[in-house]
């Protein structure tokens, strides 16, 4: 039998080929992303903080190209006053979605603390239904493929306004749709409907391919920046980008109709955030090499594990089926084990706000949350699935699987 340390080496070996392809993933997002900040001409002074109004922000506003150009947008809006993802996607829907007209998902369910924000659980006021807005979906198929022709049916419905999808899996099982996929759908989307305006949850999603879904057809994407884009430096924020007309109705939304995108100031440095997003396809790549290596080690151990560690990837999520909450609790302990900050401290569940069931989650991260740091997290609910994210380096990454290993070798000898 092996020891944990003996199966994460077999398992680190066994995944030599997708490291090199995760080596060339790296490599070409990165120079997307240097070309972005070398044509708008990045410098010192651009890192500066500023206060009050925040008018001719040159920081905030060299930091809306750089992103923009970065992600194939015309626009965007990344800011520290966006609270996180959730934030985003809701400024974005209630931005874009016309009033009284309807939201169409695609992929289902959105994500636990949307389906709050859109009232379709839980009592928070100002949701967009309560604001008027209808919001239907359509599950994804079976196989985790779009269901065309139920979307193709749907969109005569001349009331939808936005056509929404989650790219990254979210707390479901399944795997992340990649951007030929979502082209794929998006192309007879926009061939039926090209007046809608196609938003995309891309949490999880950025630099993971070497393509962003806003590539591919849509309109507009929006996310954390304590996830992916902020390439673990960035403290806080999020982003919203696209195509300009649309951008601009969210910073109507952002901020006060007619002051839009020319207010709002930050009174700490931009620098981490443009750190941040030059880190961002060096860290999701690092993110997918621990992803990878944990798949591996769950494949070895005889765990149903998700995606497979062949797979390809269009998201930084591990999810492991561990069927009892007592299992979810030993691997978020585990992770937390392996922590930077806060190993001495065992997880346990909690009533979230914005989340129905109780979650549980190991994060010992610099940044509060920060689920690009190497974090696992899951609702208590069956069949007791863990979603395994993050990790600054490939090494820390090792070492954490070390710990999984450990400890899921210790549950095996307590049941035997
Ligand atoms: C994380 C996440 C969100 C919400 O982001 P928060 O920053 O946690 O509010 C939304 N959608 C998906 C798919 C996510 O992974």
Same mark, same amino acid.
């Given at each position: 039998?092996?020891?944990?340390?003996?199966?994460?080496?077999?398992?680190?070996?066994?995944? !030599?080929?997708?490291?090199?392809?995760?080596?060339?993933?790296?490599?070409?997002?990165?120079?997307?992303?240097?070309?972005? +900040?070398?044509?708008?001409?990045?410098?010192?002074?651009?890192?500066?903080?500023?206060?009050?109004?925040?008018?001719?922000?040159?920081?905030?506003?060299?930091?809306?190209?750089?992103?923009?150009?970065?992600?194939?947008? /015309?626009?965007?809006?990344?800011?520290?006053?966006?609270?996180? #993802? $959730?934030?985003?996607?809701?400024?974005?829907?209630? #931005?874009?979605?016309?009033?009284? $007209?309807?939201?169409?998902?695609?992929?289902?369910?959105?994500? =636990?603390?949307?389906?709050?924000?859109?009232?379709?659980?839980?009592?928070?006021?100002?949701?967009?239904? $309560?604001?008027?807005?209808?919001?239907?979906?359509?599950?994804?198929?079976?196989?985790?493929? +779009?269901?065309?022709?139920?979307?193709? =049916?749907?969109?005569?419905?001349?009331?939808?306004?936005?056509?929404?999808?989650?790219?990254?899996?979210?707390?479901?099982?399944?795997?992340?749709?990649?951007?030929?996929?979502?082209?794929?759908?998006?192309?007879?989307?926009?061939?039926?409907?090209?007046?809608?305006?196609?938003?995309?949850?891309?949490?999880?999603?950025? +630099?993971?391919?070497?393509?962003?879904?806003?590539?591919?057809?849509?309109?507009?994407?929006?996310?954390?920046?304590?996830?992916?884009?902020?390439?673990?430096? !960035?403290?806080?924020?999020?982003?919203?980008? #696209?195509?300009?007309?649309? %951008?601009?109705?969210?910073?109507?939304?952002?901020?006060?109709?007619?002051?839009?995108?020319?207010?709002?100031?930050?009174?700490?440095?931009?620098?981490?955030?443009?750190?941040?997003?030059?880190?961002?396809?060096?860290?999701?790549? /690092?993110?997918?090499?621990?992803?990878?290596?944990?798949?591996?080690?769950?494949? %070895?151990?005889?765990?149903? $594990?998700?995606?497979?560690?062949?797979?390809?990837?269009?998201?930084?999520?591990?999810?492991?089926?561990?069927?009892?909450?007592?299992?979810?609790?030993?691997?978020?302990? !585990?992770?937390?084990?392996?922590?930077?900050?806060?190993?001495?401290?065992?997880?346990?569940?909690?009533?979230?706000? #914005?989340?129905?069931?109780?979650?549980?989650?190991?994060?010992?991260? +610099?940044? /509060?949350?920060?689920?690009?740091?190497?974090?696992?997290?899951?609702?208590?609910?069956?069949?007791?699935?863990?979603? %395994? /994210?993050?990790?600054?380096?490939?090494?820390?990454?090792?070492?954490?699987?070390?710990?999984?290993?450990?400890?899921?070798?210790?549950?095996?000898?307590?049941?035997?």
């Amino acid at each position: 039998m092996l020891t944990a340390n003996e199966l994460v080496q077999l398992a680190h070996e066994q995944t !030599a080929t997708q490291r090199t392809q995760i080596d060339e993933l790296m490599y070409v997002n990165q120079q997307r992303v240097i070309k972005a +900040f070398n044509d708008n001409r990045v410098s010192a002074r651009h890192f500066s903080p500023t206060n009050g109004y925040g008018y001719d922000d040159v920081g905030r506003d060299t930091l809306d190209k750089v992103f923009a150009q970065a992600m194939f947008c /015309q626009d965007a809006l990344v800011r520290p006053q966006i609270v996180n #993802g $959730s934030h985003a996607i809701y400024l974005a829907l209630s #931005g874009l979605a016309v009033p009284n $007209s309807t939201v169409l998902s695609i992929t289902g369910d959105p994500y =636990d603390t949307l389906q709050t924000a859109i009232g379709l659980c839980g009592e928070a006021t100002n949701t967009l239904n $309560s604001n008027g807005v209808q919001f239907v979906s359509i599950p994804l198929m079976e196989d985790g493929g +779009f269901d065309f022709n139920a979307i193709t =049916d749907k969109l005569d419905d001349k009331n939808i306004s936005v056509v929404y999808l989650q790219r990254s899996r979210g707390y479901s099982w399944r795997l992340a749709l990649s951007i030929a996929q979502i082209g794929q759908c998006l192309e007879i989307v926009k061939a039926k409907r090209p007046d809608v305006c196609v938003l995309v949850d891309n949490c999880y999603g950025e +630099f993971t391919e070497q393509l962003e879904p806003t590539a591919v057809g849509a309109d507009v994407i929006a996310g954390s920046l304590i996830k992916n884009p902020g390439g673990g430096i !960035a403290p806080t924020g999020g982003y919203i980008a #696209g195509k300009a007309n649309y %951008i601009n109705k969210v910073a109507d939304r952002l901020t006060v109709p007619g002051m839009g995108r020319e207010v709002g100031s930050y009174a700490a440095s931009y620098r981490p955030f443009y750190q941040g997003l030059f880190m961002a396809p060096h860290t999701t790549g /690092q993110c997918l090499l621990t992803a990878t290596l944990l798949a591996r080690v769950f494949e %070895i151990m005889g765990y149903e $594990s998700m995606p497979k560690s062949s797979d390809n990837r269009s998201d930084i999520i591990q999810a492991v089926k561990l069927n009892s909450p007592e299992g979810m609790k030993r691997m978020c302990k !585990a992770i937390q084990q392996a922590a930077p900050v806060d190993s001495f401290v065992t997880p346990e569940a909690w009533d979230m706000p #914005g989340y129905e069931d109780r979650v549980i989650m190991a994060a010992g991260a +610099f940044v /509060q949350g920060a689920t690009t740091e190497l974090s696992a997290d899951g609702p208590i609910r069956e069949p007791y699935i863990v979603y %395994i /994210q993050g990790g600054l380096t490939y090494e820390h990454g090792r070492c954490a699987a070390v710990e999984v290993a450990r400890s899921l070798l210790a549950a095996n000898d307590m049941d035997a």
